[in-house]
């Protein structure tokens, strides 16, 4: 059993879900698909193969670049595991998008999980997540899963919370701009999953294209890029009652 790991992960925290949840199976190759420009067409697995695919939750869809990249991959049969991840709030249709879209690239997907993370915006929300806790949860969840993939005659349908048609797709529209800290090291640009950021001149974003994952932000060696902090408090105010209180992970089998 040859066991893959793919996520889209723009600050981490995903990644470091797929990663507790695959080290259980000794995942030993990862694949990023949240890279502009590669060509993930080249992503081919077989039967035998596992993948665990990891997806964060952008307001209750699987995000529309991580969806593109995805289709393109093929799997002639092998086993997925859907993973989501949120920012304590909810995933709503995400894990049934991520569900349909595997098996649409031709994944047998045998078992599913929601996972809560650190906000990537509104930070104190789901802080320091996934934490010790979340880890013991999940080595344990992926204890199950090992059970259930050694076992492909206990494949059989299960369910998936999420509604079809989906919920319409919308990202909270924070555009993170640099400041005049910024050294033009191009990082930020070269970095973006949607290339909103210009190469030329990286102080300039295109808002159209930018989908507020904040990779920018996370990985900028100067700290010059940001998002105004009046609008993040008005967010946070207006999520405040839904992110309140620890949301559990979740597994489906």
């Not at 319409?168 to 640099?178: D, F, N, Q, R, S």
């Amino acid at each position: 059993m040859n066991v893959y790991t793919m996520y889209f992960s723009p600050t981490g925290g995903t990644r470091r879900v797929a990663r507790i949840l695959a080290g259980e199976l000794n995942a030993p190759v990862e694949m990023d698909f949240s890279l502009p420009g590669k060509n993930y067409g080249m992503y081919r697995f077989e039967p035998g193969d596992v993948c665990f695919v990891a997806v964060p939750s952008f307001g209750g869809r699987v995000p529309k670049a991580a969806y593109e990249n995805l289709t393109k991959v093929r799997a002639h049969g092998a086993a997925a595991v859907a993973v989501v991840t949120y920012g304590n709030r909810a995933y709503e249709d995400t894990l049934l998008e991520l569900r349909k879209a595997l098996e649409g690239c031709g994944f047998k997907v045998v078992a599913a999980v929601a996972a809560v993370t650190e906000h990537s915006i509104m930070r104190q929300y789901g802080e320091g997540r996934p934490d010790k806790t979340d880890r013991q949860t999940l080595k344990v969840m992926a204890r199950e899963i090992k059970k259930k993939l050694l076992k492909p005659e206990s494949w059989k349908d299960f369910f998936v919370p999420g509604h079809y048609p989906y919920k319409e797709y919308h990202t909270i529209p924070l555009t993170p701009v640099a400041d005049r800290s910024c050294s033009q090291c191009g990082l930020c640009a070269k970095r973006c999953p949607v290339r909103a950021i210009s190469r030329k001149n990286p102080e300039k974003t295109d808002t159209d294209k930018c989908i507020s994952c904040m990779r920018c932000v996370s990985i900028c060696p100067q700290h010059s890029r940001k998002v105004n902090k009046m609008m993040v408090f008005a967010a946070s105010v207006k999520l405040k009652k839904a992110c309140s209180g620890r949301k559990n992970n979740e597994l489906f089998l």
